[in-house]
């Protein structure tokens, strides 16, 4: 532990006891992580592997470091947000042996250094979260670029920028866009955030959700929860949209779709959920009514432009993780500093889903690590896919038939 200590940047070792109990509730609830554990990563491929594990630092994060080293990879950490950053898991994964770079509230250069120093321990596989390392590999250190066996990404965010990336001739190293795997973003990005971020925002308000008006910008998987999740509470959802078919489906699934100035006029809340920036921009403020929150539910901390409303005043905080600020003659509330919601203000995303989608991580650092997989962007294998929930089944205590003969033969053959 004194190793991993003296290597590591952190907050505060002695809050480890607290990270500890955390790590060790996910551990009694991850049921699909504890049995490819021991069926899959067990096997000896990542022992010796030196992986970089740059998510959202909390305890479902810990718990997948820890599984990773117990598999015999060389694990460091950061996180892939500074607000999201869990002091206390941190301490807990220095004292399990884990070098760890983070600490909550970093600023922007604190958080890229303690990224490049993650870099600078030469991974091999990088299990990353909106691309933060690995675009700052390709722009920083282009010489570890070339060296790095794999990298595996969980968001829609991350996988637009290892897209941009293979557009450009950068990617030379395999990737796989875990976020895309059915396991992920099923259940993790409508369930999960969806779940997630709108109990944030209740609780960091103290408000009820009944009878308000909900502006969701964004119709993907996580818009679209959340929007499930605003109408069960009784709130009158509308929905922006770029995306034609998007927007099309949200008018289907029965939302009021409009333009993004017309939509926040009468929106009591309104939440951006699109993975990109600008989602709410200062063109759109004077639009807003008096007393509108703003939250984000996207990777992005630039989706809401916080900035341009800085522009008219020092803010205040009213409550934790809700502040206040200047609108013209009205007023807004931001909150938690327009970071990602469910994770600053709140413990993110239910430890069951989070067992899924760090499945998919786990098992997609595991086949990079068998060195079959080319260079470039590729999908999660469907087959580990199926794997993964055959074995939530199994755990829920679920059975399936199996297709017949004649239906597979159906499936396989063009005249059957």
């Not at 600008?278 to 996207?298: Q, T």
Request: with cysteine.
């Amino acid at each position: 532990m004194r190793d991993a200590q003296s290597r590591s940047r952190i907050a505060d070792i002695t809050l480890a006891d607290e990270g500890e109990r955390k790590i060790q509730w996910v551990a009694r609830h991850s049921p699909v992580l504890n049995k490819l554990a021991r069926d899959r990563l067990s096997d000896g491929a990542l022992r010796g592997k030196r992986v970089a594990l740059v998510v959202h630092l909390e305890a479902k994060t810990a718990y997948l470091a820890t599984l990773l080293a117990d598999a015999g990879a060389d694990v460091v950490a950061a996180g892939s947000n500074a607000l999201s950053t869990q002091d206390s898991v941190c301490a807990a994964l220095v004292r399990r042996g884990i070098e760890v770079h983070a600490h909550h509230g970093a600023t922007p250069q604190e958080f890229t250094a303690d990224l490049l120093d993650v870099a600078e321990t030469g991974p091999q596989i990088v299990i990353d979260d909106g691309a933060e390392l690995t675009r700052r590999i390709v722009e920083h250190r282009p010489e570890l670029a070339e060296r790095l066996e794999g990298v595996t990404e969980e968001t829609t965010t991350g996988v637009a920028r290892l897209r941009a990336m293979e557009e450009a001739g950068l990617l030379v190293f395999p990737t796989i866009a875990a976020n895309n795997a059915r396991c992920k973003h099923m259940f993790d990005n409508p369930h999960g955030t969806g779940q997630t971020a709108m109990t944030a925002i209740l609780r960091l308000t103290n408000l009820s959700a009944a009878g308000k008006r909900f502006c969701i910008v964004g119709y993907g998987w996580v818009g679209q929860g959340l929007a499930r999740r605003a109408e069960g509470y009784g709130a009158r959802v509308t929905v922006v949209e770029l995306d034609p078919v998007q927007a099309l489906r949200a008018h289907m699934d029965g939302y009021r779709v409009a333009p993004l100035a017309r939509a926040v006029r009468d929106a009591d809340v309104v939440i951006t959920a699109t993975g990109s920036v600008d989602a709410l921009p200062s063109a759109v403020f004077p639009a807003l009514k008096d007393r509108a929150i703003l939250a984000n539910a996207g990777h992005q901390d630039r989706e809401i432009d916080v900035g341009g409303l800085a522009a008219n005043g020092p803010p205040t905080e009213v409550r934790p993780g809700v502040t206040r600020y200047a609108n013209g003659d009205k007023s807004v509330y931001v909150l938690v500093g327009g970071a990602l919601v469910n994770i600053a203000g709140g413990d993110g995303n239910p430890v069951e889903i989070m067992d899924l989608s760090f499945s998919v991580q786990a098992l997609s650092a595991h086949h990079l690590a068998s060195g079959a997989v080319r260079p470039g962007l590729n999908p999660f294998p469907d087959e580990l896919d199926r794997e993964i929930a055959r074995t939530k089944l199994a755990t829920l205590g679920v059975e399936l038939d199996e297709a017949s003969e004649t239906q597979r033969r159906f499936a396989t053959e063009w005249n059957a």
